[in-house]
């Protein structure tokens, strides 16, 4: 599946314990507090490794999440927005993590811009219904498919360093 | 100043306006004969062999003893969930047969890109496909009614209202729908679907074409007796391609308007016998395109299924069960475990060979051709006692937002 420094950062997350979704009242705010432990952890342990990558918030009931993610190549920052809902099945099925602003632009996306994510990564997160959460879709899912598209879209001329973000 | 490509989106947005107000002035005149190719509404299905008839053909099924109502057909509602390869053809031909009502729920539009599918045409692309796909059903045949829904199921707010649709769209407002069809192209869907059929009881069809074109599926699915899609892991049709040359660098999926035809066709069929009652319906049929190998099978109900609408509808099933009088013998259901399944694809997650069997739970006994996407172990919870949780927490879910949002 993963590389090494992958695998370690997942295992690093804790795991979750509630499986709740977002139809269930008091248990989904249960499960929510869990998934902002698991992505305040992992956001930490990322910045302690000098590899911070994502910021992600959601709306009160917790149901649509946006952020933004971002990727170092040759020493300049290229950063995205990200926005996902969450299923009504969640956390049997992991939400589908959209980049809008990529859309069309490679062929590793399905509409409305959502990553196409590897075969490794649905048996994955079935196996570990419902330990995973929002932190190891990040790390399992949108950081490999930004390490492998990003530098290509940058080498095609499709994505370009934006002036202003700092790099 | 705009640019040559705001110009031709602007031209297009403006073409797809004029086709939206030349559909409106035409399904404006229903029975009105002067466009030519407008027929008028029939109130009663006629066997009259004519040239006028479009149900002549459909009616002569009755006569030769295939189906003993084909008239029954316009008392039934079906709902179709996704409007794209698959789904845009069962609503085609559906509407052909002269279904009594179809629901139509698709969030995406029409794409050039769908081109190489059926049945959507150029001049749609940029409009909703349930709008586009009204407007042609609609003139193909007006005796249909037809109720469209453009949004995305699997989120909450409108998955509440496509729960209250299914289980109060019918012909006969507040009458459930007949039987749902899902011609979604995704998991997540999928999902939402099987959810809502097992907590409305509610009979479906699934439908699926794999991502490399070359199989697909259909199954159905009675709440309680028939195993659900939550039941067991995604079951695929083995289109026995060495997955080491299956090259999947670079693209998601590719489509074959001839493999969604056909499982289209299949779809359609089985549902015309389902509602018709001629035949033998089908509860699960797969094409491997391949090798042209159709396996078909049967799966009951998983007791220990994680839905639990569908361990619930199971129950009321036993019961049933052992109420109804005793007559012919149930036959098959057997959930082996399968040592060596040659057709089988082995999604390798894990790293080692170690890690490979930890990860891989039974399969289950298959027929020849079809397996499951991937396997879950027996014990999910094995990671040991020390498995790193989240800790419990004094913080309230505000707090812990806010907390994020300092990062
Ligand atoms: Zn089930």
């Known amino acids: 599946m993963a590389d090494e420094a992958t695998r370690k950062a997942v295992s690093e997350i804790p795991l979750l314990k509630t499986n709740s979704g977002p139809r269930d009242k008091e248990l989904w705010v249960q499960r929510l507090k869990e998934e902002y432990l698991a992505l305040i952890k992992y956001v930490e342990n990322n910045k302690k490794a000098d590899n911070d990558w994502f910021r992600l918030e959601s709306n009160k009931e917790g149901t649509r999440w946006f952020g933004k993610c971002w990727y170092i190549h040759d020493l300049l920052k290229y950063e995205f927005d990200l926005e996902f809902d969450i299923p009504v099945t969640y956390p049997a099925t992991a939400p589908e993590v959209a980049i809008p602003e990529l859309d069309g632009k490679t062929a590793k996306m399905y509409r409305g811009g959502k990553i196409c994510l590897t075969d490794h990564f649905k048996p994955l997160w079935a196996r570990n219904v419902p330990k995973f959460g929002l932190a190891h879709l990040m790390a399992l899912g949108l950081g490999p498919w930004l390490a492998v598209e990003v530098p290509d879209l940058i080498a095609k001329g499709l994505v370009q360093h934006k002036e202003q973000q700092s790099s | 100043m705009a640019t040559v490509e705001e110009l031709k989106l602007r031209v297009q947005e403006l073409e797809n306006e004029l086709l939206k107000c030349k559909l409106r002035q035409c399904s404006g005149s229903d029975g009105d004969d002067s466009h030519g190719h407008h027929r008028p509404r029939i109130e009663k299905m006629s066997a009259e062999v004519v040239d006028s008839n479009p149900y002549s053909r459909l009616m002569a099924l009755k ?26 053809v069962t609503a085609e031909m559906l509407t052909r047969c002269g279904i009594g009502k179809l629901l139509l729920f698709d969030y995406d539009k029409v794409e050039l890109a769908n081109m190489n599918r059926l049945f959507f045409q150029p001049h749609q692309a940029g409009l909703s496909k349930v709008e586009a796909a009204e407007h042609t059903l609609r003139n193909i045949n007006p005796d249909v009614v037809f109720e469209t829904h453009n949004y995305n199921i699997t989120t909450m707010d409108n998955f509440t209202h496509f729960m209250e ?15 749902v069809l899902s011609c979604v192209d995704n998991f997540e869907a999928r999902m939402a679907i099987n959810a809502a059929c097992n907590e409305l009881g509610q009979i479906w069809m699934e439908s699926g074409v794999s991502e490399n074109a070359v199989s697909g599926h259909i199954q159905l699915i009675i709440p309680g007796e028939t195993a659900c899609f939550a039941c067991a892991p995604p079951l695929v049709v083995a289109a026995n391609i060495d997955e080491k040359t299956l090259k999947r660098e670079g693209v998601c999926a590719a489509s074959l308007p001839t493999t969604m035809g056909v499982v289209a066709g299949i779809l359609v069929q089985n549902v015309l016998k389902y509602l018709l009652r001629f035949g033998t319906v089908s509860h699960y049929l797969g094409y491997n395109a ?4 159709f396996p078909s099978m049967s799966m009951k109900a998983n007791p220990q299924c994680e839905d639990r609408y569908c361990r619930e509808r199971q129950e009321e099933f036993r019961k049933k069960e052992v109420e109804r009088p005793k007559q012919e013998v149930v036959e098959e259901e057997e959930q082996v475990v399968h040592e060596d399944n040659e057709w089988g694809i082995e999604l390798v997650s894990e790293v080692t060979e170690e890690e490979l069997r930890a990860a891989s739970g039974p399969v289950p006994d298959l027929p020849e051709g079809i397996t499951v996407a991937y396997t879950i172990p027996e014990e999910r919870a094995t990671r040991g006692p020390e498995e790193d949780t989240v800790p419990e927490t004094e913080q309230s879910l505000e707090e812990l937002m806010a907390q994020m949002r300092k990062m």
Not at chain 2, 63 to 72: N, S
């Open chain 2, 63 to 88: 006569r030769m003893g295939i189906v003993e109502d084909y008239e029954k057909i316009r008392t039934y509602t079906v709902a179709v969930v996704g409007v794209g390869g698959v789904g845009s």
């Open chain 2, 290 to 293: 391949m090798q042209d190998f």
């Open chain 2, 165 to 179: 649709r299914i289980s109060h769209g019918g012909l006969q407002e507040g009458s459930p729908v007949d039987l």
